[in-house]
């Protein structure tokens, strides 16, 4: 097919949007380079992604119908949506067609949505080679509902050298590994393969990992973070004959986001101290009427 300029949403999750923003920059980067037009939904929207799994159904749904209320331009004209978190791509391939059986809208919205793998493999894109070995790990949605299939595909094509030592759970599990009573539980099962992985893979070796949770483990657990796809396509479009096969080829994009964090803060900061000068203030002049 002829993709250039072809509409391409591309579905800014809580997770990307909220924490690792870098991420959903990548893959706009990634899909303009190979052609496509990219571009947003018209306001906020959620999944609901955490809401199931604390039983909370009738909210969920609420939030689905929005989408598909406000994607129904997208649905009509059957724009390609590109979900970069796992767990949000099922909630679109799983939930949304179990929860709305007999609403066209959820059909056909599932079938619209793809991962950013499966979306360059079903295009046949181009990809940029990038000489790296690289530990993959699999979201413990992206295996179940979507396959690994792609996602290996894309290594492939790109001349990634790559394994998957853990075929199990990283152990996080969304919000299973916050909560105090399951702490110990979900770092017991990081430990059983991937943990102990990703600590033995030599500096050089790209962690990938698309999955949100799989990160935060890996980067909690360890002394490596992992990059998304989106990432790791990135890398290997800005590659130079100097930067390959560096060593701990994420450091500079962590310490990006850390600046970027602290320059947040600091922006923060300046507001509540702003704010409380000024309550300061008006309680100062009260006082003295």
Avoid at 248 to 261: A, K, M, N, S, T
Wanted: glycine fraction near 6%.
């Amino acid at each position: 097919m002829d993709i250039a300029n072809s509409p391409v949403l591309l579905w800014p999750d809580t997770f990307n949007n909220y924490f690792l923003p870098d991420t959903a920059i990548a893959a706009v980067e990634v899909l303009e380079s190979a052609g496509f037009f990219v571009y947003l939904p018209p306001k906020g929207l959620c999944c609901g992604r955490p809401l199931y799994d604390h039983g909370m159904l009738d909210r969920a749904k609420s939030l689905l119908l929005e989408i598909l209320d406000v994607l129904q331009p997208e649905i009509e004209y059957e724009v390609p949506i590109v979900v970069l978190e796992p767990s949000c791509a099922s909630v679109f391939r799983d939930e949304l067609v179990n929860l709305f059986p007999k609403d066209e809208r959820a059909q056909k919205l599932s079938r619209q949505v793809f991962l950013l793998s499966e979306f360059l493999e079903n295009n046949s894109v181009p990809l940029p080679k990038l000489a790296r070995q690289a530990l993959l790990h699999g979201h413990c949605h992206h295996k179940s509902i979507m396959k690994m299939t792609a996602e290996e595909a894309v290594l492939s094509r790109m001349g990634i050298d790559f394994r998957s030592p853990a075929s199990g759970c990283c152990g996080m599990a969304g919000a299973f590994g916050f909560e105090r009573d399951k702490y110990d539980v979900s770092l017991a099962v990081g430990e059983l393969e991937l943990l102990p992985a990703v600590r033995a893979a030599s500096p050089e070796c790209l962690i990938v990992a698309d999955g949100f949770s799989c990160r935060e483990q890996i980067a909690q657990c360890t002394d490596r973070h992992a990059l998304h796809l989106a990432e790791v396509i990135q890398m290997a479009l800005h590659e130079t004959p100097e930067s390959i096969a560096e060593p701990y080829p994420e450091h500079d994009r962590v310490l990006r986001r850390q600046v970027e964090i602290d320059r947040s803060m600091s922006r923060a900061g300046f507001g509540i101290a702003a704010a409380a000068a000024g309550a300061a203030l008006l309680w100062a002049l009260a006082r003295r009427r």
